[in-house]
């Protein structure tokens, strides 16, 4: 007898995660090229700047070695390793032991979501930021985990909150997830936020995952402090940084995991039975990227704090004035009062209609989001100047 009803059930941790609000932008501006728009894309955090040179040429004589077109190792070869460990000696003056307290992941994102499915599960809590980018989020809803979000500014009330949950609620959450320099908002700390937030999870035994994804984009002086640089943060954190950024290297997926050696031992034997590791020319190429390329990254810093003063100006001069980042490669912009009745998704797809200028909605990082556009600085100074003026003419005729 023929069965009745659809034989396609997804898993239910599929059905937690909500409808991804980028992909109508994405929609709309894949049909807008096609039609033969000139689409300037401000929307993703993708470098179009090129990886450095001496990180080409590795690849390139890599590639051609035999020996690299086998099986790696899910952590990482050791040399990559060792040469995480120098970076980190030699930006944030953090210790750290190559074979225990690094795991190579294919960028943050990766090593981020594993990281959750090793530590958490049904009946768990996470708490993540709000508004947060949303792997922060979904990574650990996936795992069948609970998720608390907590708005991150001011610091005091973020502060505030994570020990009134962590005190209040049994059991205790047993995750908390940070990222500062933050994606979207493009917030930073300094050290003693870092400070408060280990003592609190140290008190509470609560484990910190802490994306540095955008540790070395970094503008007028600002440092962004590594969590590992607070004494006994190595006991409850983990801390996650790619290449993806500063060198240049998103396509390349490459960064790596740092910290607490029993969470790390946990990474390790998730992606043992998911990957047998990064191609192995590509990690050759990435210990010559933070072996050699720190000149590279100062400047690929500079590049964007120039764009992130152009865009802020320009964006002022047409009546829609934000505030300069510390850090990231994104400008939070908020949406004028007399437009944001819109909602920040239809002020982005009116902006991809009218102006041909995609950003991405605030509302796609969660509602705390909403009033604001993320938009990224990865064109050049004249294609953001052209985004501008397209932006302003488009707008003037928004009642």
Known sequence: MKKSGNPIQVARRIERLPAYLFGQINHAKTAKRRAGADIIDLGMGNPTDPTPQPVVEKLREAVLDPRNHRYSVSIGVPNLRLEAAKLYQRYWGVKLDPEKEIVACLGSKEGFSHMCLALLGSGDTAIAPAPAFP?????????GANVIRIPIAPDSLYLSKLAEIAKQMTPCPKVAILNYPHNPTTRTVELDFFKEVVRIARRYNIMLLQDLAYGVTVFDDYKAPSILQVRG?????????????GWNMAGWRIGFAAGNKQMLAALSRVKGYYDYGIFQAVQIAAIIAM???DDHVAKQAKIYELRRDLLCQQLTRIGWPVKRPKASMFCWVPVPRKFRKMGSMNVALKLLEEANVAVAPGAGFGEEGEGFLRVALVENEQRL????????????SWS
């Open 291 to 293: 072996r050699t390329c």
């Open 135 to 143: 792997i922060h989020v979904h990574s650990a809803a996936m795992t």
């Open 233 to 245: 943060a190595k006991d409850i954190a983990v801390e996650f940084f790619t290449l993806s950024k």
């Open 385 to 396: 100047a052209q985004a501008v003026r397209q932006w302003g003419r488009a707008t003037r």
